[in-house]
């Protein structure tokens, strides 16, 4: 038997995730950058959140309405602590700062790509869903052998979910451009490095396998 990373959706075994695309790290009045000013949000933020805006976020929607229609589980994974206080956060977390805490606004996905019905939504405390939630079990229990995984930030958590999930056996596709970091030179670095581990298609030819179009 011949073994690839480079197989086809089979829709009755896949799975799509949404990392972090959140109103902590995908909006202006997200607690990441509501202290900034506007001049420092645009210096260091504008090309993330214009490009966030006119590609990736229309990328994504054409995803999700995909794989709703084609009766694929839509999932998602937020920042978000079990505690008001974070207290249950990583080490790196507390390090860097992070804490969205518990029921907040911020740790809402972005009401552009809002989950319906009872499609599931993972809130996780460190970098890696896989290591702060029990997603693994539950995808094991929903069939799901192919993943596919989009969303922010490309060279963070976005890998982190990629590296875990092949560890685990999932067979991964990443969008590479429904995903983004805060440069082009880091996006480009990013998906240079994780290539060896998942499939990389693009939205157009993802909703094509799908049998759907942009």
Same mark, same amino acid.
């Given at each position: 038997?011949?073994?690839?990373?480079?197989?086809?959706?089979?829709?009755?075994?896949?799975?799509?995730?949404?990392?972090?695309?959140?109103?902590?790290?995908?909006?202006?009045?997200?607690?990441?950058?509501?202290?900034?000013?506007?001049?420092?949000?645009?210096?260091?933020?504008?090309?993330?959140? !214009?490009?966030?805006?006119?590609?990736? $976020?229309?990328?994504? +929607?054409?995803?999700? @309405? *995909?794989? /709703?229609? %084609?009766?694929?589980?839509?999932?998602?994974?937020?920042?978000?602590?079990?505690?008001?206080?974070?207290?249950?956060?990583?080490?790196?977390?507390?390090?860097?700062?992070?804490?969205?805490?518990?029921?907040?606004?911020?740790?809402?996905?972005?009401?552009?790509?809002?989950?319906?019905?009872?499609?599931?939504?993972?809130?996780?405390?460190?970098?890696?869903?896989?290591?702060?939630?029990?997603?693994?079990?539950?995808?094991?229990?929903?069939?799901? !052998?192919?993943?596919?995984?989009?969303? $922010?930030?490309?060279? +963070?958590?976005?890998? @982190? *979910?990629? /590296?875990? %999930?092949?560890?685990?056996?999932?067979?991964?596709?990443?969008?590479?451009?429904?995903?983004?970091?805060?440069?082009?030179?880091?996006?480009?670095?990013?998906?240079?490095?994780?290539?060896?581990?998942?499939?990389?298609?693009?939205?157009?030819?993802?909703?094509?396998?799908?049998?759907?179009?942009?």
């Amino acid at each position: 038997m011949t073994l690839s990373r480079d197989i086809p959706l089979e829709p009755e075994q896949s799975a799509i995730l949404f990392v972090d695309v959140q109103n902590f790290a995908a909006h202006r009045d997200g607690a990441e950058f509501r202290d900034l000013s506007d001049e420092d949000f645009n210096n260091t933020y504008g090309w993330f959140f !214009r490009e966030m805006k006119s590609r990736v $976020i229309p990328n994504m +929607q054409a995803l999700q @309405s *995909a794989f /709703r229609k %084609a009766g694929i589980e839509v999932l998602y994974t937020t920042i978000e602590s079990l505690t008001l206080d974070g207290r249950d956060r990583s080490l790196d977390y507390k390090i860097t700062g992070f804490n969205v805490p518990k029921g907040s606004w911020d740790g809402k996905v972005i009401d552009q790509i809002a989950p319906q019905g009872d499609e599931i939504v993972f809130p996780k405390s460190s970098s890696s869903v896989f290591v702060s939630t029990h997603i693994d079990y539950v995808l094991r229990n929903l069939g799901t !052998r192919q993943l596919v995984i989009c969303g $922010i930030i490309t060279d +963070q958590c976005v890998e @982190s *979910a990629i /590296r875990d %999930a092949c560890d685990l056996g999932y067979l991964v596709t990443q969008v590479t451009d429904a995903c983004l970091t805060y440069t082009p030179e880091r996006h480009a670095n990013s998906l240079s490095a994780i290539k060896g581990y998942c499939r990389q298609v693009t939205t157009q030819e993802l909703l094509q396998e799908l049998g759907t179009s942009a």
